[in-house]
């Protein structure tokens, strides 16, 4: 199949390839060259413009960061929405406002264009060995017809409702991993402030009823105080921002999301933005002001 | 000076009426015409859209609500910018995001038209005594030219930086209070919860440590349930959430000001968004059962 690419970052380069591999047409389109060689060299076709890419293309994906980064790819000037065929399918793999995804859908359906909403989780490791967890709304029968394409990048490929509702579900990852990861930190805190050995601590409750792939993973992360990401600070920033704002648009009041937010916010205003999500548990160090931050 | 005033709702009614009464020619615009026949029936023009008003005008004032309103009547088609004159001040008494702010006074300024940020503190009955303290951003020299008007509709007036400064104080208000909200509710809450006289306890708290202008006025509102505005809650649930925004901007964890915040959010789906902010004692309640 003729499938477009958009945004080819740590997330979006792997992906592409994976494509590629799948034995799919690629036409990509990436801001910076360097990004976009690696897909030439095998075999994708670079474009210009967001808009090129999607007149080649049956089904254009698109993966770039934030919400006005893909309003601009899909609605903007030599936007996705000014090549695409009627019939054709965008799908947006970024991490953005339900809100925003209904209404970008809505436009694009006013030309005949159909979207699904389709964010992903597992990171760059998941990416790069195509196993993803991919969360995605929009009507059924489009889901249909773009599944064997996720097939290529994903593992887990779930359809949870209409448009937005893919993006719904990865808020609630995002609250839940973001909980979790938070509480990771404060648990071997309260070891290490203690006195106790936060390592033999993490080995009693893998085992136990508070086990999570966040514990294992992430708690190792602290122990070894290596925040090389992984999932960067301020991405998981950003998705906590949209957590808050639909819950203040739908009246929702999330106390331990917003708790979190604000512990990423201080771990970006410290230079931390690029360190592993897991560098939250430098914020409460630095709180407790216990010199524990280089111990 | 040729004054203009837009967004004649429960703020902006009685502060362009004290203009009028300070002898300043007023026009005004309005969306609704009605909302604009008070102010003609004591003597203002009243204009067809925002740049006919701009055009007729020296200074311009505005307080509609959200950033979005201010965008549309500044920047917007038939907005200030296509009628004001180069040296015409622009005077946004909205509360807004600083940064969206700064952007709108800098558009302004590429067009050789002036701007303010003036947002005001002392709700409806400030407005309507003139009392109302504003804390003002933008050029000293613009601000002098200004401040014998803010002085019809003001009484504390503080400039208190460049461009956006004036916001960022609001935002500090607004977070001070909700925070604040939040400490008042819960006190009342746990008083009554433990079959306490919330009124008695009110009593003692005002002539201690814990004193405040708001534990007078709106901790007294909890204890007897009057809900009437006062502030609407959803005033200040959208302005909690401008705080947020500054927060993740600043990279600043604000943990009360996330937790009020939600507590806001909680009363809107209560449908208490009409409410005062003093409401949202009734999320404090209803998380535990209560009432």
Do not use: W
Request: hydrophobic residues 45%; proline residues 4%.
């Amino acid at each position: 199949m003729n499938v477009g690419f958009i945004g080819l970052g740590i997330m979006g380069q792997p992906m592409a390839l994976n494509l590629v591999k799948g034995g799919h047409t690629l036409a990509v389109y990436g801001r910076r060259a360097e990004t976009v060689q690696p897909l030439e060299a095998n075999g994708a076709t670079a474009c210009g413009s967001p808009r090129d890419v999607a007149a080649k293309s049956e089904i254009t994906i698109v993966m770039v960061s934030d919400t006005p980064d893909v309003e601009q790819v899909i609605l903007g000037e030599n936007g996705v929405i000014h090549g695409a065929r009627p019939g054709s399918v965008v799908v947006d793999m970024s991490t953005i406002s339900p809100s925003a995804t209904r209404a970008m859908a809505k436009k694009l359906a006013e030309k005949g264009i159909e979207m699904v909403d389709a964010p992903v989780s597992g990171g760059d490791i998941g990416a790069i060995q195509g196993t993803l967890s991919i969360m995605v709304g929009g009507k059924p029968e489009v889901f249909e017809r773009v599944k064997p394409v996720l097939e290529c990048v994903g593992k887990t490929i779930v359809h949870i409702g209409p448009n937005g509702a893919g993006q719904v579900a990865k808020a609630c990852n995002q609250i839940v991993a973001g909980v979790t990861i938070q509480a990771v930190a404060e648990a071997l805190t309260l070891a290490r402030a203690s006195g106790v050995d936060a390592g033999k601590v993490r080995d009693a409750l893998l085992g136990g009823f508070a086990y999570s792939r966040i514990l294992e993973v992430h708690g190792k992360r602290m122990l070894d105080r290596v925040y090389k990401p992984g999932f960067k600070a301020k991405l998981h920033q950003k998705d906590m921002a949209i957590v808050l704002r639909e819950a203040h648009q739908l009246g929702l009041a999330l106390p331990a999301a917003a708790l979190v937010a604000q512990q990423f916010n201080a771990m970006v205003g410290a230079g931390e933005a690029e360190l592993d999500n897991s560098g939250i548990i430098r914020v409460l160090e630095r709180a407790a002001g216990r010199g524990m931050v280089e111990a | 000076m040729n004054v203009g005033f837009i967004g004649l709702g429960a703020m902006g009614r009685p502060m362009a009426l004290h203009l009028l009464k300070g002898g300043h020619p007023l026009g005004v615009y309005a969306r609704r015409p009605e909302s604009a026949r008070p102010l003609e029936e004591a003597g203002a023009k009243a204009y067809g859209s925002p740049a006919e008003l701009a055009a007729a005008c020296d200074a311009v004032f505005t307080i509609v609500t959200t950033t979005r309103d201010v965008e549309q009547v500044v920047l917007g088609e038939r907005g200030i910018a296509e009628g004001a004159r180069p040296g015409t001040v622009v005077v946004v008494m909205s509360t807004i995001d600083p940064a969206a702010s700064r952007r709108i006074a800098e558009e302004l300024e590429r067009r050789g038209v002036e701007m303010l940020d003036a947002p005001v503190s002392g709700g409806e009955i400030g407005a309507m005594a003139g009392t109302l303290s504003i804390m003002v951003g933008g050029k000293p020299e613009v601000f002098e030219r200004i401040r014998p008007l803010l002085e019809c509709m003001g009484k504390t007036i503080v400039r208190i930086g460049e461009s956006g400064a004036g916001q960022v104080a609001k935002m500090c208000t607004q977070l001070a209070i909700v925070a604040t909200l939040q400490g008042i509710a819960e006190a009342v809450t746990l008083a009554n919860a433990a079959g306490v006289d919330a009124s008695k306890v009110l009593d003692a708290l005002e002539k201690g440590a814990a004193a405040s202008h708001l534990l007078e006025l709106m901790g007294r509102r909890m204890v007897n349930r009057d809900f009437a505005p006062g502030v609407e809650a959803r005033l200040h649930h959208k302005d909690a959430q401008l705080v947020l925004e500054c927060a993740r901007d600043a990279g600043l964890a604000l943990p009360l000001a996330a937790l009020a915040t939600q507590t806001f959010n909680a009363l809107m789906a209560r449908g208490g968004g009409k409410l005062d902010s003093s409401a949202i004692v009734t999320v404090v309640e209803a998380a535990a059962g209560r009432r």
